[in-house]
């Protein structure tokens, strides 16, 4: 399984050097994530990559078949964020269980390595207008059972989703989604 290998891995072994102050709260059941990210875009289009063109900006590190173009999402309630597999093989890394197309995506379930503890999440996210462009706002938060506690994937959860929340904002001004040095 390659979903978050590098970034998982780093954050682990670095531990507090790789935190971002956006865990907003963390315990042994669970914790939160949040974060926003400024795209110079209006919101609609925004969206619109974020959901028809992520196999373009999704880094391929953080998917289970190592190609981000596997990966879809059915903006529609009871849709599916889903990657697919060979031999007919799947991943549904979440559910949308809200959407207002262009403005906010409530999406429930637990990402890459999460998927095999007792845990879920709940992913809420917005697309307003903001200084001539889009404000993403990302709130993600996890709960469930570790044995070692939750809090210890706060931090690489945030660094992986905040990994990719920035190669959308590149993808969306450059082209390119690498963000720039």
């Given at each position: 399984m390659r979903?978050w290998s590098?970034?998982?891995?780093?954050?682990?072994i670095f531990?507090?050097?790789?935190?971002r102050?956006?865990?907003a709260?963390?315990?042994a059941?669970g914790?939160?994530?949040k974060?926003?990210v400024a795209?110079k875009?209006?919101?609609?289009?925004?969206y619109?990559?974020?959901v028809?063109?992520?196999?373009d900006?999704?880094?391929p590190?953080?998917t289970?078949?190592g190609n981000?173009?596997n990966?879809?999402?059915?903006?529609?309630?009871a849709?599916?964020?889903?990657?697919k597999?060979?031999?007919?093989?799947g991943?549904?890394h979440?559910d949308i269980i809200?959407v207002a197309?262009?403005k906010q995506?409530?999406?429930?379930?637990?990402?890459?390595p999460?998927q095999?503890?007792?845990?879920t999440?709940t992913?809420?996210?917005?697309?307003?207008?903001?200084?001539?462009?889009?404000?993403?706002?990302?709130?993600?938060?996890?709960?469930?059972?570790?044995?070692?506690g939750l809090?210890?994937?706060?931090?690489?959860?945030?660094?992986v989703?905040?990994?990719?929340?920035?190669?959308?904002?590149?993808y969306?001004?450059?082209?390119?989604?690498a963000?720039k040095?």
């Amino acid at each position: 399984m390659r979903f978050w290998s590098a970034g998982l891995a780093a954050a682990l072994i670095f531990g507090p050097t790789l935190t971002r102050a956006e865990v907003a709260d963390s315990s042994a059941a669970g914790f939160t994530v949040k974060f926003s990210v400024a795209v110079k875009a209006p919101p609609a289009d925004v969206y619109q990559k974020f959901v028809h063109n992520i196999g373009d900006w999704w880094n391929p590190e953080h998917t289970f078949s190592g190609n981000p173009r596997n990966l879809s999402i059915d903006d529609k309630a009871a849709g599916c964020f889903c990657e697919k597999l060979p031999d007919n093989g799947g991943v549904r890394h979440f559910d949308i269980i809200y959407v207002a197309p262009g403005k906010q995506m409530v999406l429930s379930g637990a990402m890459g390595p999460l998927q095999s503890l007792a845990a879920t999440g709940t992913m809420s996210i917005g697309f307003s207008a903001a200084d001539g462009g889009t404000k993403i706002s990302v709130i993600y938060t996890v709960g469930g059972y570790s044995a070692d506690g939750l809090n210890k994937w706060a931090a690489p959860v945030d660094m992986v989703v905040h990994e990719q929340f920035d190669r959308l904002r590149s993808y969306v001004e450059t082209g390119s989604p690498a963000p720039k040095q």
